[in-house]
């Protein structure tokens, strides 16, 4: 029995587009576990904060809810931005109540 290779261009375009291929899929599937890992870390550094307590919380801008909501995300997202976004949405409320203040002070 004698085995033939088939080495023309066009079998070696076709090994190569087949080796592509396969390292596209295991650079997505190794992309994609680093985002789980990642979100992993983050997720169990935001849970560390719940050993603060209230005031040292709110010295950062968050309320000991906004760590519990943000542990509640789902499973490969960072658990760290629902934090910087709960922050920044109190800062901005606390901001608008400011100005008001001011605004009302002047006024009356």
Do not use: N
Request: aromatic share 2%; proline share 2%; net charge positive.
């Amino acid at each position: 029995m004698t085995l033939i290779l088939d080495r023309t261009p066009a079998a070696r375009s076709g090994l190569a587009v087949l080796v592509g291929r396969a390292a596209d899929a295991v650079a997505g599937f190794a992309a994609a576990a680093a985002r789980v890992v990642a979100a992993e870390v983050d997720r169990r550094r935001t849970m560390r904060l719940l050993e603060c307590d209230d005031h040292v919380l709110r010295d950062i801008g968050l309320s000991r809810s906004d760590v519990v909501s943000a542990l509640l995300t789902p499973a490969g997202e960072k658990a760290s931005d629902r934090l910087a976004e709960a922050r920044d949405t109190r800062r901005g409320f606390e901001r608008a109540q400011a100005r008001e203040a001011r605004r009302a002070a002047r006024s009356s």
